[in-house]
């Protein structure tokens, strides 16, 4: 199979097609500049545009069976109305781009996965959530609305569209680890605040099998939750790291310095939710890393 990526180039595209080129399917990275590729290897090649912007890439996506849209700027700094509303139209207008590129009943079955969050449900206490829960109200509840309704216009065009959920993504060489294992290893890691929100989170490794489960089940369509069938409390997660790094995890973030330093940011870190993948689980898919003491000692352990 031949697939289009965005954002190919950062910590989950990259895990990501190593394990897509693992299948044998042959993978077009988009990039802003060819001058970042990373030379070539085999069953990867790259193609240079804006997916923010209409260009002649999207004529491209007519030679792929499927895209996997990644793009999207990063939420993980404090919220001023300029990065908010980078943080939409980073997201919306990919998602209008890749479906404006995408050919009207097209002859062969074509798919597009798109990337959402479970900020989508919003905060509900220790409610547990599954794609079938309705959709919250904050701003990240927000825009994972209006971002998904962009991306299922596809299939008004003929294609099978699958919208991922994305837990926190826990790997090595980036994402929410890559913040917190510092501050552990000063001594200064510990709870975020009252430590009782939930924390839905997916070991990258799991993440990317699970693309390759959809690659193998055209049946399935619309939302999945991509995350752990084991969500975690917040001092849970933290006690877990801490015993993973041999280093302790007793000093709290207190909730009124998360807020000072991350703004409206803050509340996402000290509210969280409780997410299940139930697709996934009824769908027979197996977890390597169900647990977060697992997924740790995967992922820190020497």
């Not at 998904?148 to 919208?163: F, S, T």
């Not at 369509?221 to 991509?226: A, D, E, K, L, M």
Request: with cysteine.
């Amino acid at each position: 199979m031949k697939i289009l990526i965005t954002g190919g180039t950062g910590f989950v595209g990259t895990q990501l097609i190593t394990r897509l080129i693992q299948d044998g399917h042959e993978v077009t990275v988009l990039t802003r500049s060819l001058k970042g590729a990373k030379g070539t290897s085999p069953g990867i090649s790259y193609l240079e545009g804006d997916p923010t912007r209409k260009g002649p890439w999207q004529e491209a996506i007519q030679q792929h069976d499927a895209v996997i849209n990644l793009a999207g700027a990063s939420i993980f700094s404090k919220w001023t109305d300029e990065h908010k509303k980078a943080i939409r139209e980073s997201r919306v207008s990919t998602a209008q781009n890749i479906v404006e590129g995408i050919l009207s009943r097209p002859e062969r079955p074509f798919t597009l996965f798109s990337t959402s969050a479970v900020g989508y449900y919003g905060f509900c206490g220790d409610e547990e959530l599954t794609e079938e829960s309705p959709h919250g109200d904050d701003f990240l509840a927000r825009i994972a609305l209006e971002w998904e309704g962009e991306a299922l216009k596809a299939g008004d065009r003929g294609a099978r569209v699958v919208i991922t959920r994305f837990g926190i993504v826990m790997g090595e060489k980036g994402g929410a680890l890559g913040q917190m294992i510092p501050l552990f290893k000063k001594y200064i890691g510990g709870p975020i605040g009252n430590g009782k929100q939930w924390f839905s989170w997916v070991h990258i490794k799991d993440l990317a099998e699970a693309f390759a489960f959809l690659l193998k089940h055209p049946e399935m369509s619309g939302p999945v939750n991509v995350c752990s069938p084991n969500p975690v409390r917040n001092k849970d997660l933290a006690r877990a790291l801490g015993k993973a790094l041999h280093k302790p995890s007793f000093m709290p973030a207190p909730g009124f310095m998360i807020k000072l330093v991350l703004g409206e940011f803050g509340s996402v870190i000290l509210e969280g939710q409780r997410v299940i993948p139930k697709r996934l689980l009824d769908s027979g898919f197996l977890f390597q890393y169900p647990n977060i003491e697992k997924a740790l000692q995967d992922i820190v352990s020497p």
